[in-house]
């Protein structure tokens, strides 16, 4: 099933996911994701909205949450352009 499908049955919108992953992985809140490289919550939100190089987030409903294993691969392509 891909990701659409998934989508539509789950009602889950999917936004610059980098690697597959299975339903049962948990996801992580905006607050989680800030703790990890120690930023603020409401930049967590922007760097999701960003429309280059967005923070990979998924749509729950109106809540946004996060895969850490897509977080952490953001992060290490920030860290080798810089």
């Excluded at 760097?47 to 809540?63: D, I, K, N």
């Amino acid at each position: 099933m891909g990701l659409s499908s998934c989508s539509r049955l789950c009602g889950v919108e999917t936004q610059n996911i980098v690697t597959p992953r299975r339903l049962s992985e948990r996801l992580l809140t905006a607050d989680e994701v800030a703790g990890l490289p120690a930023i603020p919550r409401s930049s967590v939100y922007e760097y999701a909205r960003r429309r280059h190089q967005p923070l990979p987030s998924v749509s729950v409903g109106r809540h946004r949450r996060f895969v850490r294993r897509d977080v952490e691969h953001w992060l290490d392509e920030l860290c080798r352009r810089v």
